[in-house]
Every structure is written in C-alpha cells, then in structure tokens.
C-alpha cells in the first residue's frame, strides 16, 4: 500500500516538528564596557535534553557560565539556559543565532558603551552622572543615569539624595539596578540610578550635583577603613532646552514624545447598534516619553441623533528604564435616538516626534454606527374591533316580511350614524397589568435605583399606546426626566440620582386624546 511511507515519513518528521521551537532574550540591551549580562535561552520542547550550542558566541563574547533550571509545571514544560556573557570590546554587537537540535533562536542586538570611568580606577569608590541628551525640548524627557561605582564593599546604609531642579519635573525610573562591572581589571559594583527629568520652561535648565553617602565596610589593602563614612558628589549638567517649534500648529497641545499610538474597542460593535440602547467607545492614548497628566482630553465633535455620556478618564503611567510610558483611557457611552447610519467623525491626535524632529499625527478614521429599531422598545400592540353596522350586513333573510324592513332600516341608520362619531381606533384602558406596572415603576422611582428604574420603566411603556419617544416629544418635563436617568446610568452621576422627578413627570403627562390616536396609527382600511 502508498500510504505507508507517507505515515512513517510524518512520524519521523514529528520529533523535529515538536523539537522547533529556542527563543532568545537579553536581560538588558545596553551594557558598559567589561559589563556583564544575562542572555536567557528557553524551549518548551519536553523531551529535550540537549544543551545549546554557544560556540558562535566566542567571536565577541567571553561565557562566564552557565546555569540551567525549569520553570514551574505550567500548560507546557519550559527548560531554561542562564548564560552570564561579557562583551570583549565596546560598540554594536550581534549575538548571532543559536542552534539546539534543530531548533534556532533568533539574533539579538547588543550595545557596548565604552568606559568614562578611566580616570578613577585606582579610586575605590567614585560617583558618576550622565545625560542621554544635552539638547531637549520644553516638557520632554530626558534620562538622568547616575551609576555608582565600588570596589570595596559598603554597608546598607547608603542614600542618595533625589534630584531636584528648579523649573522641571522629576520621576524615579523603577528601583536602583546592581550589577558588576569589570575595569582595568578591577572587579567593581555598580549601583545604577536613573530619572526622567521633563523641563517646564524653555532656556538653560542646570541639574545640581547629587550626594551620595554611605559607610565602608572593609578596604582593598587595609580593612582599617572598615567603618568609615563617605560622602561623594555627582558633577553638575546642563541641559539645553528648545521652545516649540514654530512649525507646530497653534491652539494645539503640545505633545513631545518618543512614539504614540491611538487605539479604540467597541462594545458592541457599531454595525450592532440599536435604537435607545448604550454602546460602550473606549479611546486609549499611549505615549512614550510623556506621563499621563500630559496627554490631553480627546476631542469628539458633537453627532445629531446620538446622545454622549462620558465616565471619568483613567490615566496610568509605567515607569520603565527607558522613560515613562503615560495613558489615558477615556470609555464614552452612546445612545443613539434615532434609526439609521450615524457618521461619526475621525479623531485626530498631533504630536511632535522626539526621535526623528518630526510633527505627526495619529488618527482614528470616520466611523459609521449602523442603528436598527429596538423590538424590546416598540409598543405592545393595541386591541382594536372594527365597527361594522348593520347597513353593511344587509339583510339575511329578505323573506322577512316587509313590516320589519322599515323598522330594520331605520335602526340600521342610527347605528350608521353613531359609528361615525368616534375613532376608528380607541385608546387602550389601563388594566389590572397596567397598574401593576405603574406601582413597579413608582417603588423604582422612590429607591432612586436608575437601573431598576429602567427595567420598570420599558416594562410600563410596553402598555402604552406610544413609546417613550413621542411621550418624550409631546411633554418636555418627561423628556428631561429621561435624559437626566440616561444620564446617571452611563456615568458615574448614577449614586446621586432622584427618582422624584421622573415620577412627577409621569403622573403630569397629559393623557393621550381620541384625536391624538386617530393621528399617530394607522388607518383600518387605507386608500
């Protein structure tokens, strides 16, 4: 039979298949000269044994060593390789792609900052600080590294005072980093500090010198000096701050960053929107570079034919060691009025790229919400009966003698006549059912419950013989009422919503005339 070497090439096959998959990261992607770092090797291969191959490593790379652990029993089995590498020269460097069974990682790009630090290798313990640019523009970031270096050991106590200069603002960038860092041959530890410093004016901002202090607790040829306070400063900088560019349009914030992106999520999604029920817009505005309080509010022109009502923003900020990363997410709900496609316009974010010196925009496009009739809103149909006289009928049984022809007649004219003195249609008349409703209602109304209130009020409005619209639309005081419960359902104004007014709008609605139903239905028997 053919089949058989296809089934027994796809078993041979599968081991490799399964055995495919070595992903690679670094720990971090900028060291200093003689620095180490991590690179961490994974595969959720279960019946792999194998160590990688890291000879392609020796080119540009010593391999200090070498640890191998697994991670917690999870949905799959992950095996993970530590490897501890230390660059053998400064720059851009490549650690190529590594192999295992197979299985290859993807190249990972390093860079290798050559020391500044020549000038204090005989000093023990020695402070330094740096800027990652000189020239900024007013309200963006610029990083603030302070690393200090030891190579004798010091006791906990250590403090560094925080930076503080006139006229910006500052943020710690996470938790100090320590690492070890190998100069002229001297092992050294390295306690890393790093700010994001936002000038809020123009001209020449200076960053004062910073203390550090701190306790030895031993020395490198004499272990007298255990015990002894020291106190170093950092060299003071000065920053360059830019104005805005003349090129950034007027009346528009001014947002300087390092990217920024402009998301949006639907619920439910707007080819799904139904009349008088909410659907639910959620904006986020992400940027890199800038903190939170800096992004400002969306703006989202007003759409006939949808109502707006929008919760608080929520803004949020990480702080990561490249910079900070502020968002702000703005959950707007709408409730279309009417049927039929609502356009709703782009929105549009312009920003001013740091990195390339460039004016960008970041832009929503045009959406369309397709509205629909709501079955659950309609009215409940109402019980007509066709009047129908007797001159329509006629005489069955023209037999009859001719004595009751007249009398037959004539009562078949009243009755003609009186028929067509009232509406073709009569309203409903509330029944037991109705009044159980409008108590419903009231004790919903008393609660001061918007939702329970709502639920109530569908559920009255489903024995009228109009819907809540065109009560709304003949008596205004209802139709306030109704904004102000649509409003405290869809924002945080729901906790100090009162029912009173809604029930008085209720019980001050005019009653629907004969005339007014003969014009809101339809007629029985159209021409």
């Not at 053919?2 to 720990?27: F, G, I």
């Not at 959720?44 to 790379?61: E, V």
């Amino acid at each position: 039979m053919k089949p058989y070497p296809l089934l027994v090439t796809l078993a041979l096959l599968a081991p490799a298949l399964q055995a495919a998959d070595l992903s690679a990261r670094l720990e971090r992607s900028q060291v200093g000269e003689n620095e180490t770092l991590d690179l961490i090797l994974e595969t959720t291969d279960p019946a792999q044994f194998g160590k990688p191959d890291l000879g392609p490593l020796a080119q540009d790379f010593k391999v200090l060593g070498v640890r191998q652990n697994s991670l917690p029993p999870g949905e799959r089995v992950t095996t993970r390789w530590n490897v501890t590498l230390q660059p053998k020269s400064s720059g851009a460097l490549t650690i190529p792609a590594l192999t295992l069974d197979g299985a290859r990682s993807q190249p990972l790009n390093v860079t290798v900052e050559a020391s500044a630090a020549k000038r204090h290798t005989r000093e023990p313990v020695y402070l330094e600080a740096s800027v990652d640019r000189t020239k900024v523009y007013v309200q963006a970031e610029a990083i603030l590294t302070i690393r200090l270096y030891h190579a004798v050991a010091l006791y906990d106590d250590h403090v560094l005072t925080p930076p503080t200069p006139s006229d910006a603002r500052v943020d710690p960038l996470g938790t100090p980093q320590v690492y070890e860092r190998d100069i002229d041959g001297v092992r050294h530890g390295v306690i890393e500090w790093r700010y994001a410093i936002h000038p809020l004016q123009s001209g020449t901002l200076v960053l004062p010198p910073q203390t550090f202090s701190a306790t030895l607790a031993g020395g490198i040829d004499d272990s007298s000096r255990a015990g002894q306070p020291i106190q170093l400063r950092t060299q003071a900088l000065t920053l360059e701050v830019q104005p805005q560019p003349a090129s950034y349009p007027p009346q528009t914030p001014w947002l300087p960053a390092r990217s920024l992106t402009l998301t949006q999520q639907w619920n439910p999604a707007p080819e799904n929107a139904r009349e008088g029920s909410a659907l639910t817009r959620t904006l986020q505005l992400r940027a890199e570079g800038l903190a939170a309080s800096q992004l400002p509010p969306l703006v989202l022109p007003e759409v006939a034919g949808v109502k707006r009502y929008a919760e608080q923003p929520r803004l949020s900020v990480q702080a990561q060691p490249s910079g900070l990363v502020g968002q702000r997410e703005e959950r707007i709900a709408l409730i279309p009025t009417s049927t039929g496609d609502k356009l709703l316009p782009p929105v549009e974010v312009v920003w001013w790229n740091t990195e390339t010196d460039t004016l960008e925009r970041a832009t929503l496009p045009a959406q369309t919400l397709v509205v629909a009739e709501d079955p659950t809103l309609q009215p409940a149909p109402t019980q007509t009966t066709a009047k129908a006289t007797s001159g329509e009928r006629g005489l069955w049984r023209w037999q009859l003698a001719t004595a009751f022809l007249a009398l037959t007649t004539l009562l078949g004219f009243g009755l003609w006549w009186r028929a067509r003195r009232q509406p073709a249609v009569l309203p409903a008349t509330p029944g037991v059912d109705s009044r159980l409703q409008r108590e419903d209602l009231l004790r919903a109304c008393q609660s001061n419950d918007p939702h329970a209130t709502r639920h109530a009020l569908d559920a009255w409005a489903r024995q009228q013989p109009e819907t809540l619209a065109a009560m709304g639309a003949r008596f205004e005081p209802l139709a306030a009422a109704l904004d102000d419960l649509n409003g405290a359902l869809y924002s945080e104004a729901g906790q100090r919503w009162q029912g009173e007014t809604l029930w008085q709008a209720i019980n001050a609605l005019p009653p629907l005339t004969p005339e007014a139903v003969h014009h809101t239905l339809p007629p029985l028997y159209p021409r």
